[in-house]
């Protein structure tokens, strides 16, 4: 729920270096919220939005693709449609299930969870590494979010929220935002069935995904070509709760488009 004043503020936050695997990111983030003006003290509500890149490069969730030697269905599409056939060997290996493999497009259902384009393999912003390297989704993205937390509650004896952030395309719209992979310290979802509208109206469907939103939202900060991988929201005020992403996704049995 936003606060009473109704505003909202997005601080990218600044100095955070190239993150390599094993780098303590905790540690990194904590220094990025003492060099950034106006981010401390941490208030109440304030939520710390860290994209999934930083994420997976500090625990090793990347894929060298000069050690990938791509199966005879991955160099054909690939050849196809102009895409690398390494990094194509790479989605499979990690689809739980391929969604639709069409026009240039694969879609597929993560070992996560999540159905996105390419299952997560994102070839963008990887460091002087790009070409070779290749980033996975984090194994269990809800755990980093909670290492993170914990680093910042150790250093700064504050309880803040954490959202692990990636950009998903969305059916029926062209464009990308910024949605939570992983989660703590907040309930990803606000649900507001038998709550009055303004009008006295009851609400019988709405439930905000208000984990995506600050993801979305905190991306308008940080940007795709800024190297600015972490940002903090304040004044968003999430419903506080130990929730995980598994929430946020519709079960089988109520998916329409399965």
Same mark, same amino acid.
Do not use: H
């Given at each position: 729920?936003?606060?009473?004043?109704?505003?909202?503020?997005?601080?990218?936050?600044?100095?955070?270096? @190239?993150? &390599?695997?094993?780098?303590?990111?905790?540690?990194?983030?904590?220094?990025?919220?003492?060099?950034?003006?106006?981010?401390?003290?941490?208030?109440?509500?304030?939520?710390?939005? !860290?994209?999934?890149?930083?994420?997976?490069?500090? @625990?090793?969730?990347?894929?060298?693709?000069?050690?990938?030697?791509? &199966?005879?269905?991955?160099?054909?599409?690939?050849? %196809?449609?102009?895409?690398?056939? %390494?990094?194509?060997?790479?989605?499979? &290996?990690?689809?739980? &299930?391929?969604? %639709?493999?069409?026009?240039?497009?694969?879609?597929?259902?993560?070992?996560?969870?999540? !159905?996105?384009?390419n299952g997560g393999v994102d070839a963008s912003n990887v460091g002087p590494a790009s070409g070779d390297l290749v980033t996975l989704l984090p194994r269990d993205p809800d755990a980093s979010a909670a290492r993170i937390r914990e680093a910042i509650r150790t250093r700064f004896g504050a309880e803040v929220a954490v959202v692990v952030s990636d950009s998903f395309g969305r059916p029926w719209r062209w464009g990308i935002v910024d949605v939570a992979l992983g989660v703590a310290?907040?309930?990803?979802? @606000?649900?507001?069935?038998?709550?009055?509208?303004?009008?006295?109206?009851?609400?019988?469907?709405? !439930?905000?995904?208000?984990?995506?939103?600050?993801?979305?939202?905190?991306?308008?900060?940080?940007?795709?070509?800024?190297?600015?991988?972490?940002?903090?929201? %304040?004044?968003?005020?999430?419903?506080?709760?130990?929730?995980?992403?598994?929430?946020?996704?519709?079960?089988?049995?109520?998916?329409?488009?399965?």
């Amino acid at each position: 729920m936003p606060t009473e004043g109704g505003r909202v503020e997005i601080l990218a936050l600044s100095g955070l270096p @190239e993150v &390599r695997a094993g780098d303590d990111l905790g540690a990194m983030i904590g220094d990025a919220l003492d060099a950034t003006p106006g981010a401390l003290p941490l208030e109440p509500g304030d939520v710390v939005v !860290v994209t999934q890149k930083i994420v997976s490069k500090a @625990e090793g969730a990347v894929a060298d693709l000069r050690t990938v030697e791509p &199966r005879p269905e991955a160099v054909a599409w690939a050849q %196809r449609w102009d895409r690398d056939a %390494r990094a194509i060997e790479v989605v499979l &290996r990690e689809a739980r &299930r391929i969604v %639709r493999m069409e026009r240039g497009v694969l879609i597929t259902e993560t070992p996560q969870g999540y !159905v996105c384009a390419n299952g997560g393999v994102d070839a963008s912003n990887v460091g002087p590494a790009s070409g070779d390297l290749v980033t996975l989704l984090p194994r269990d993205p809800d755990a980093s979010a909670a290492r993170i937390r914990e680093a910042i509650r150790t250093r700064f004896g504050a309880e803040v929220a954490v959202v692990v952030s990636d950009s998903f395309g969305r059916p029926w719209r062209w464009g990308i935002v910024d949605v939570a992979l992983g989660v703590a310290g907040l309930l990803p979802l @606000e649900d507001l069935r038998g709550v009055p509208d303004a009008d006295g109206r009851v609400m019988k469907t709405t !439930v905000r995904a208000v984990a995506d939103e600050i993801a979305s939202a905190a991306e308008l900060a940080l940007g795709k070509t800024t190297g600015r991988p972490v940002a903090l929201v %304040r004044g968003a005020n999430p419903p506080p709760g130990e929730g995980v992403i598994a929430d946020s996704l519709i079960p089988a049995e109520n998916d329409l488009f399965r």
